[in-house]
Antibody, heavy 118, light 110 residues
Framework: QVQLVQSGAEMKRPGASVRISCKASGYPFISHAIHWVRQAPGQRLEWMGWINVGNGNTRYSQKLQDRVTITRDTSASMGYMDLRSLRSEDTAVYYC???????????WGQGTLVTVSS | QSALTQPPSVSGSPGQSVTISCTGT?????????VSWYQQPPDTAPKLIIYEVTNRPSGVPDRFSGSKSGNTASLTISGLQADDEADYYC??????????FGEGTKLTVL
């Protein structure tokens, strides 16, 4: 069955960086793009960016484009999201999700809580 | 990029129907048939219930339906059940930045 399994919770200081991994299984990894979405406590979903797993092309939200990088390792069926220069407002649950069709995110990782605090 | 506009809350009794709206612009909802809807119970990952405006993924009951008119998309849930109580989010492709989510709507089943 299709699964996306993310790395564990992280606690970071302001100014630090974080990398979250997303291990895909149960389907041909290169056949579906991967999006990253975050949700601050009690807040709405926020789209961060996506990667075409086949060719590695990426697109990022304007808000985060200077601080976020999304990559993938097709040999390991892994996706990665790096966020730099962390601030307290980056405290959130971060999700990876697989795309079907034009933008429907049909399988989601379990979420990774990132807490940014001094 | 502002979030798509959704009502903060809607409610209905078991067996009734409710509709949640999602309003954007001609650069997102109105310009593309790339609207999706997600159901998110507390402390769980979102679940896709509608994609490409009207399509239901396998396993989603036909009580859930989607539509679009102009710059507004809508999710209708018929035959409300207690376990439909959750937050609902729309999302759309947008020509300017990629993708955008709605503000979210809390559905209460009375």
């Amino acid at each position: 069955q299709v699964q996306l399994v993310q790395s564990g919770a992280e606690m970071k200081r302001p100014g630090a960086s974080v990398r979250i991994s997303c291990k895909a299984s149960g389907y041909p990894f290169i056949s579906h793009a991967i999006h990253w979405v975050r949700q601050a406590p009690g807040q709405r979903l926020e789209w961060m960016g996506w990667i075409n797993v086949g060719n590695g092309n990426t697109r990022y939200s304007q808000k985060l484009q200077d601080r976020v990088t999304i990559t993938r390792d097709t040999s390991a069926s892994m996706g990665y999201m790096d966020l730099r220069s962390l601030r307290s407002e980056d405290t959130a649950v971060y999700y990876c999700a697989r795309v079907i069709g034009f933008g429907g995110l049909d399988y989601w990782g379990q979420g990774t809580l990132v807490t940014v605090s001094s | 990029q502002s979030a798509l506009t959704q009502p903060p809350s809607v409610s209905g009794s078991p067996g009734q129907s409710v509709t949640i709206s999602c309003t954007g612009t001609s650069s997102d909802v109105g310009g593309y048939d790339r609207v999706s809807w997600y159901q998110q119970p507390p402390d769980t990952a979102p679940k896709l219930i509608i994609y490409e405006v009207t399509n239901r993924p396998s396993g989603v009951p036909d009580r859930f339906s989607g539509s679009k008119s102009g710059n507004t998309a809508s999710l209708t849930i018929s035959g409300l059940q207690a376990d439909d109580e959750a937050d609902y989010y729309c999302s759309s492709y947008t020509s300017s930045i990629g993708w955008v989510f709605g503000e979210g709507t809390k559905l209460t089943v009375l």
